[in-house]
């Protein structure tokens, strides 16, 4: 069968040469651009993507930034772990550890991440040993597992809540449909992985390059391996939140047009992140492909207005 993939230009023509560091099992695929002599920025990805998707937002900060980006386990040119366990969030956050260890140039960092990125990156936002080590985080269309635990325990309590319960359930379906057997990863094999270009563009009008680092091949085995992300950490999460306060400035970036996640998902972040601000961007849900001219101008705004 050929396989329907996009013809547009190279997603890897953005991409500086991969280097390399280990995190246990895996080895993970680093990017790096700009001074060094500059502030660092780390991105980190969400779910289907690589490191691909930062292209735009990264080529507009590397300008005045030293900028830090890599391939999750599992994803783009990093090695996949062999078994569920290997994508759990204490393992994540070990990742963000060694990159930022063995990469950036300063021994405090920013923190830009998007969509299953931010959600992973709450646990290192959130912890004593990163918390001295951030100076901000900007968190794009993806909340604290715990956090929504506690959302969804709080909306239960009261009659009225319900509907904005239910309205997450059916929105979140993907969550509940990667923990089946077989059928998942069959998807993302036979038809996802195809026709995800397609998909994207009907869905979220987004166009997304079919070419190098996001082509056919790469988008299936991203996708069948990303799921292990959702089958480690999100029940155990929701059933069972932890308390994740931080000190870290937080700037919540909130689509106006996002399918996935309700804006009230975020009404309570006051409690967890005192030092917030939240902006709204009139898009959907992967900002970074379509307004990183947005993204690029929060990000400096936000950035400079702290104190290094």
Not at 1 to 17: D, R, T, V
Not at 147 to 175: D, E, M
Not at 235 to 261: A, C, G, K, M
Request: charged letters at 20%; glycine letters at 8%.
């Amino acid at each position: 069968m050929l396989e329907q993939c996009s013809e547009g230009g190279n997603n890897n023509a953005s991409l500086p040469e991969p280097q390399y560091c280990s995190s246990g099992e895996v080895d993970l695929a680093v990017y790096c651009q700009g001074d060094p002599q500059n502030p660092n920025i780390v991105l980190v990805h969400g779910y289907p993507d690589n490191s691909s998707v930062w292209n735009a937002l990264a080529a507009l900060l590397a300008t005045q930034f030293y900028v830090i980006r890599y391939d999750v386990r599992g994803a783009g040119l990093s090695s996949t772990p062999k078994e569920r366990d290997g994508y759990l969030l204490e393992k994540l956050e070990g990742d963000l550890d060694a990159v930022t260890t063995t990469f950036c140039s300063r021994a405090k960092f920013h923190l830009i991440a998007h969509d299953w990125g931010s959600v992973q990156s709450w646990e290192s936002v959130s912890s004593t040993q990163f918390q001295t080590r951030i100076l901000s985080y900007t968190s794009i269309s993806g909340p604290c597992l715990d956090h929504v635990g506690h959302w969804f325990r709080s909306r239960n309590s009261k009659l009225s809540g319900i509907p904005a319960v239910l309205n997450q359930l059916l929105r979140s379906w993907y969550i509940w449909f990667f923990h089946l057997p077989l059928l998942p990863a069959l998807l993302w094999r036979y038809l996802l992985g195809r026709q995800w270009a397609r998909i994207i563009k009907f869905v979220e009008g987004v166009a997304v390059d079919g070419g190098g680092n996001a082509d056919c091949h790469q988008r299936r085995r991203d996708g069948v391996n990303g799921m292990g992300l959702y089958k480690a950490n999100c029940l155990p999460r929701f059933y069972r939140p932890r308390q994740r306060d931080t000190n870290v400035p937080v700037q919540l970036i909130i689509p106006s047009r996002d399918h996935f996640l309700s804006p009230d998902l975020y009404r309570d972040i006051a409690k967890w992140a005192p030092n917030n601000r939240i902006c709204h961007i009139n898009g959907g849900h992967w900002l970074p492909l379509t307004h990183p001219d947005e993204l690029a101008e929060l990000v400096r705004g936000f950035v400079n207005g702290l104190s290094d």
